[in-house]
């Protein structure tokens, strides 16, 4: 297999949410590796596991599948076998466990509806919440949100937002700026929910002259400067300090990676 590059297919009779969100957080591991990910949602037929192992023997691809029924499951090795493909069964290992344990069948139920119609709904609610409370020093967003981020300009809280409201978590951000005083909320932090994200100043610098220069401004800016750079830094470490909240460094990281950091605070 390519050390570069490889194909994953990942088959589900649901949406596949769960072996995305799994092979998501292997591949982050794997850096200067092209994974290149592919969805079959809905598979329910043994003609449709025909089609796409065919598919993946053409890509050399890695099959990750998540079955409820068991002859799927076994059709799909199967196949597997056949066409010599890597496979990955995530659910099954799970089930026979837990039916050993409980002396119990599984339902095999694909793709349970109720499941996922609140896991969807749940997602969309989160999304909306976060993109109405972006960057925004909000008494409301912080009072109803399940994560608060904090930290100064360009330290990726926006698109981190996105990402952990996708994952259905509500999410609210708050700019931290010298001459603005945050909410006193806050600084309480009574929910534990607050997580701070820093950021090298250097590499912050340079962010900032991309986006003035993507703005039609000159990166002589007070925004861009080295001097306001680390005022805002000292400002926000200390702000941070006296909140006690988890600090995170955003520094050369992923929005997946920094997102698992905050998930491992708050849950």
Not at 5 to 16: E, N, R
Not at 76 to 97: M, Q, R, S, T, V
Request: aromatic share 6%; glycine share 4%; charged share 30%.
């Amino acid at each position: 297999m390519n050390n570069k590059k490889t194909s994953v297919y990942i088959i589900s009779d649901s949406l596949g949410d769960t072996a995305k969100a799994i092979i998501n957080s292997a591949a982050v591991q794997f850096k200067d590796t092209e994974i290149d990910k592919t969805t079959f949602p809905h598979v329910r037929t043994p003609k449709q596991l025909e089609k796409i192992a065919e598919k993946a023997a053409d890509n050399s691809a890695v099959i990750v599948f998540t079955l409820a029924k068991d002859k799927m499951r076994s059709n799909l090795i199967e196949l597997a076998d056949k066409y010599k493909l890597d496979y990955i069964d995530l659910l099954g290992p799970i089930l026979d466990k837990l039916s050993s344990k409980l002396n119990k069948k599984p339902g095999e139920i694909p793709g349970i509806k109720y499941n996922i119609d609140q896991d969807y709904f749940k997602r969309i609610e989160a999304m909306e919440f976060t993109l109405k409370f972006d960057d925004l020093n909000d008494q409301q967003g912080i009072d109803e949100a399940d994560i608060v981020l904090v930290g100064i300009s360009r330290t990726s809280k926006t698109p981190l937002s996105i990402y952990l409201s996708y994952l259905g978590y509500k999410t609210a951000n708050v700019p931290l700026v010298p001459e603005v005083t945050v909410q006193q909320s806050i600084l309480e932090n009574k929910d534990r929910k607050v997580i701070g994200l820093t950021i090298d100043p250097l590499l912050l610098n340079d962010i900032r002259i991309e986006r003035l220069k993507k703005m039609g401004l000159g990166n002589d800016a007070s925004y861009a400067a080295g001097e306001r750079i680390n005022e805002e830094i000292a400002y926000a470490d200390s702000l941070m300090e006296k909140i006690g909240c988890p600090i995170i460094d955003v520094t050369d990281k992923t929005i997946e990676e920094t997102a698992s950091e905050v998930l491992a605070y708050v849950t």
